[in-house]
């Protein structure tokens, strides 16, 4: 199994700031996964982040909007730039591990005013 | 493109009765099914994972089925409890490790 902690667990930011999300595990993974949660909706997938290499993001989302690091084989961060109020969600970390088991983060529930 | 519908999308029912949750995906070509249990305001909180080449799985009061051609897959719930009380997430998983998540079922259990 995997624990996966996330920074901040919630956030209200204004309009026009960014702001950087933070997750880390308990072990070492491949793949990290970052998702989003809008309000009364279901997960979607931002992107895939991989230790030394650039993230990879679904269609509908882009870097400059989104960059994503992935220092270590623990540790990514998310950045959600020049916020709107369209942007207010919760935001998942995401990993696989003890085989094919995708384990999740608490999440970070993030408002813009 | 897959796309995950779970019905019903929510449910309500008197504690002690089994819950069905059923889950339909489009595309039959996934890796395994997991099934979520989602708290309000909270994370993911992973109950069973079906390979592909499994037709069950079970685990305490929960059991799921798959059925890969038909691209279905029920969640179980025996002798519900008030704790039951959640968002019922299915996700198939494609090719890299992407799952797709179905809109969930909102789960009831009045005691």
């Known amino acids: 199994s995997a624990v996966i902690s996330q920074k901040p667990s919630r956030d209200i930011c204004q309009r026009g700031t960014s702001l950087t999300i933070q997750c880390q595990v308990d072990?070492?993974?491949?793949?990290m996964f970052w998702y989003r949660q809008q309000p009364g909706q279901s997960l979607t997938l931002i992107a895939t982040?991989?230790?030394?290499?650039?993230?990879?993001?679904e269609s509908g989302f882009v870097i400059d909007k989104f960059p994503i690091s992935r220092p270590n084989l623990t540790f990514s961060t998310l950045t959600v730039s020049n916020m709107s109020p369209e942007d207010s969600s919760i935001y998942l970390c995401?990993?696989?591990?003890?085989?094919?088991?995708?384990?999740f983060g608490p999440g970070t529930r993030l408002t813009v005013l | 493109k897959q796309e995950v519908t779970q019905i019903p999308a929510a449910l309500s029912v008197p504690e002690g009765e089994n819950l069905v949750l059923n889950c339909s995906f489009t595309?039959?070509?996934?890796?395994?099914l997991q099934w979520f249990r989602q708290d309000p305001g909270k994370g993911l909180t992973s109950l069973l994972l079906i390979q592909s080449s499994q037709r069950e799985q079970t685990s305490g009061r929960l059991n799921a089925s798959l059925d890969k051609s038909s691209g279905r897959s029920t969640l179980y719930i025996a002798a519900s409890q008030p704790g039951d009380s959640a968002t019922y997430l299915c996700a198939p998983k494609a090719a890299g490790n992407k799952l797709t998540f179905g809109g969930g079922t909102r789960v009831l259990v009045k005691p």
């Open positions: 072990s070492q993974v491949t793949m």
């Open positions: 982040a991989n230790q030394g290499s650039e993230a990879t993001y």
């Open positions: 595309d039959s070509a996934i890796y395994n």
């Open positions: 995401s990993v696989v591990a003890g085989g094919d088991t995708q384990y």
